[in-house]
C-alpha cells in the first residue's frame, strides 16, 4: 500500500494554519461581532486538519476534497461578511486579507490532492499553495500590527 507523501499531509494542513492567523486582528477589530467569523475559521481548520490523517492516498484525495468543499461552504458567508466591513471601513489591504483565506486553503487542498498521487505529481499546483501561504501570512501579519496599534 503507498502512503502519501509528507508534502502532501503539509500542503493539506496549510490552510488550517492560514485560517488561525488573523485571531487577533479579528477579535480586536469586531470584538464581539467577530464571533461568527472566527467560528467559521474554526470550522476550516477543523476540515483542513482532517486530511493528514488519512494514510491511504485514495481516502487522503476523498477527504481533500471534502475539505474544499467545507472551506467553500464556511468562508462564503463569513468573507462576505469580512469584506463588507473592510469596504465599509475603505480598507483594501483587509479586502485582500479576508479575501485571500480561502484562496490559500483551497490551493493548499488542491495541491495535496494532487500530490497524493505521486512524488513528481502536483509540483507547481503546490509552488502556488506556498505562494498564496506566504502572502496570506504577510498580509494578515501586517494587518493584525495595524489593529493593534489602533
Do not use: H
Amino acid at each position: 500500500m503507498d502512503a502519501v507523501p509528507l508534502s502532501a499531509r503539509w500542503l493539506s494542513g496549510l490552510g488550517g494554519v492560514a485560517f488561525l492567523l488573523p485571531v487577533i486582528a479579528i477579535t480586536d477589530g469586531f470584538g464581539t461581532a467577530g464571533v461568527f467569523l472566527y467560528a467559521a475559521g474554526l470550522l476550516c481548520v477543523v476540515a483542513c486538519a482532517v486530511p493528514p490523517f488519512f494514510r491511504d492516498p485514495k481516502r487522503f484525495r476523498v477527504a481533500c476534497a471534502a475539505a474544499g468543499m467545507v472551506v467553500a461552504a464556511a468562508s462564503i458567508p463569513s468573507g462576505l461578511v469580512g469584506i463588507l466591513f473592510a469596504v465599509a471601513i475603505e480598507s483594501r489591504p483587509l479586502y485582500l486579507a479576508f479575501l485571500a483565506l480561502p484562496v490559500t486553503a483551497i490551493a493548499g487542498l488542491i495541491a495535496a490532492f494532487q500530490r497524493a498521487r505521486g512524488r513528481d505529481c502536483g509540483r507547481r499546483a503546490a509552488v502556488v499553495a506556498w505562494l498564496c501561504a506566504a502572502a496570506t501570512a504577510v498580509g494578515w501579519s501586517a494587518v493584525s500590527l495595524w489593529a493593534l496599534s489602533v
